[in-house]
């Protein structure tokens, strides 16, 4: 069985290549190019997968999820700049493509502190950046 949970951020980026000529910049992303970035209400989905358990019939704790994405993904990034402020992005172009793969990596490697001892296992990211766009990635999917 699975189960899926919704978490609302807001954060902001700059799609910018250092790669690219700003030509190239402008024509591949562009107002998404703007020098001073911009941002977005992004929603990331955390689907789990497991049996529900025999005395509470849930999948996962939800509770226990919550604080594990609080904890491994929005607090590092709700109301920040992406390519300035979050490390593991300042290489990146943090387009949702590449922010849904660092995501499920600090999940992945958040799990066994949150869900040790438990056969809940993390199934899929996706995340929301506008009612149009929509991402994800399979755990599976996720580098060891």
């Not at 509470?56 to 904890?71: A, H």
């Not at 040790?116 to 599976?140: C, G, M, P, W």
Request: some cysteine.
């Amino acid at each position: 069985m699975k189960a899926t949970f919704r978490y609302p951020f807001s954060a902001a980026h700059r799609l910018h290549s250092d790669q690219l000529s700003e030509d190239d910049n402008w024509r591949v992303y562009g107002r998404c190019n703007n020098p001073f970035g911009h941002g977005h209400n992004y929603t990331v989905e955390v689907t789990v997968s497991g049996e529900p358990n025999a005395e509470t019939g849930m999948v996962v704790d939800r509770n226990q999820l919550d604080t594990m994405v609080k904890e491994e993904i929005l607090s590092r990034v709700e109301h920040t700049n992406l390519n300035v402020q979050v490390a593991e992005m300042k290489d990146l172009v943090p387009t949702t493509e590449n922010v849904a793969y660092v995501f499920a990596e600090w999940l992945r490697r958040g799990w066994p502190r949150h869900f040790s001892s438990q056969d809940v296992k993390l199934d899929r990211i996706r995340i929301y950046e506008t009612r149009n766009n929509r991402f994800e990635i399979e755990a599976h999917e996720v580098k060891q």
